[in-house]
């Protein structure tokens, strides 16, 4: 599914980690790059910009708030 620019995004794999994005990580898409990758930018609650890079079409799914408040359950609920 191509998505579009300035559309809002999850991510979906833990690849970027290093950048400081793990899956469920929310961002907007600043640049469309045909029908294979993406520029997207990943920010805090308070704009700060986290990281800002190309992902594969593949990593991202378009930004479903339920999912968000699934995993947001899971981060005020961790079980050890």
């Known amino acids: 599914m191509l998505l579009e620019q300035y559309s809002v995004i999850q991510l979906v794999t833990n690849r970027y980690q290093d950048r400081g ?8 898409i600043l640049e469309v790059y045909g029908d294979e990758a993406y520029e997207v930018e990943f920010s805090r609650e308070d704009g700060t910009t986290i990281a800002w890079f190309a992902v594969q079409q593949n990593e991202v799914k378009p930004y479903d708030e339920s999912s968000l408040n699934a995993v947001s359950k ?6 050890f």
């Open 74 to 79: 899971q981060v005020s609920n961790p079980t």
């Open 21 to 28: 994005v793990k899956t469920g990580a929310i961002g907007i």
